[in-house]
């Protein structure tokens, strides 16, 4: 979740799991004949079966709940990766996008300031020539 790398970087790995009623201890309805299997026939059938689906509804809670929150987890991430890349995107077009009113305003100001430089300039030299003349 940073942009380290090497021992500070933090991660989560989220990894599916693939569910079957062998794996979940779930005894199989079936032939008496076959090991792992009932025929609920007897109380102690009933009790097996029953005790095997309420193992697996509690594994599958917990794989539920290890889920949830890995979720949680990454839509957080999601949500602040979102609002980060609008903030700079944001910043991006203040920078790039100027008021061209404003703009054109300085322009303007600037245009005006150089012109009254030059002609302030040209009267000095004039001012100068003039006292040249009645000197020489």
Do not use: C, H, P, Y
Request: glycine share 8%; no cysteine.
């Amino acid at each position: 979740f940073n942009e380290k790398t090497g021992k500070n970087q933090t991660k989560l790995d989220v990894q599916g799991t693939q569910l079957t009623s062998d794996n979940l201890g779930i005894v199989k309805a079936g032939n008496t004949q076959l090991a792992g299997t009932t025929n609920f026939q007897n109380d102690s059938d009933l009790e097996a079966a029953t005790k095997s689906l309420t193992g697996a509804l509690t594994s599958l809670k917990s794989l539920s709940s290890t889920f949830g929150a890995n979720l949680s987890v990454v839509q957080t991430r999601q949500d602040f990766t979102k609002d980060m890349a609008n903030v700079l995107t944001t910043g991006a077009d203040s920078l790039v996008n100027a008021d061209l009113n404003q703009e054109a305003a300085s322009l303007l100001a600037l245009q005006t300031r150089q012109q009254l430089s030059q002609q302030a300039l040209s009267l000095a030299n004039q001012a100068d020539q003039g006292v040249l003349r009645l000197l020489g």
